[in-house]
């Protein structure tokens, strides 16, 4: 069964920047698309940012494009995500999830696994 880890978060002040990282194990990365999605106190969880199984297709929020960059690593099993001129609102739990179905992985977000996610605290 694939198992996702996130790191990389932390606390950093409004315009720095953090980079995430997603490992996949049990399974090869090549064969999921890979979404992240993040969740605020008191809010639904949300997309952020997703990416294909080779790369080929990128999609982003409204809300992170031009400042988030998704790319993937497959022979390092891993996906990152570039997170620059952070904002408070970035502020929030930020979870990857792993799909292999074609049609269920974006916009549907209908990813067969998760992780258990990484805490993001942007401080003005």
């Known amino acids: 069964q694939v198992q996702l880890v996130e790191s990389g978060g932390g606390l950093v002040q409004a315009g720095g920047s953090l980079r995430l990282s997603c490992v996949v194990s049990?399974?090869?990365?090549?064969?999921?698309?890979v979404g992240w999605y993040r969740q605020a106190p008191g809010k639904l969880r949300e997309f952020v940012a997703a990416?294909?199984?080779?790369?080929?297709?990128?999609y982003y929020s409204d809300s992170v494009k031009g400042r988030f960059t998704i790319s993937r690593h497959n022979d390092q099993n891993t996906v990152f995500l570039q997170m620059n001129s952070l904002q408070s609102e970035d502020t929030a739990v930020y979870y990857c999830?792993?799909?292999?179905?074609?049609?269920?992985?974006?916009?549907?977000?209908?990813?067969?696994?998760w992780g258990r996610g990484t805490q993001v605290t942007v401080s003005s």
């Open positions: 999830g792993a799909g292999s179905n074609k049609s269920a992985w974006y916009p549907r977000g209908n990813y067969e696994q």
């Open positions: 049990g399974q090869p990365l090549s064969k999921y698309a």
């Open positions: 990416i294909s199984w080779t790369g080929g297709n990128l």
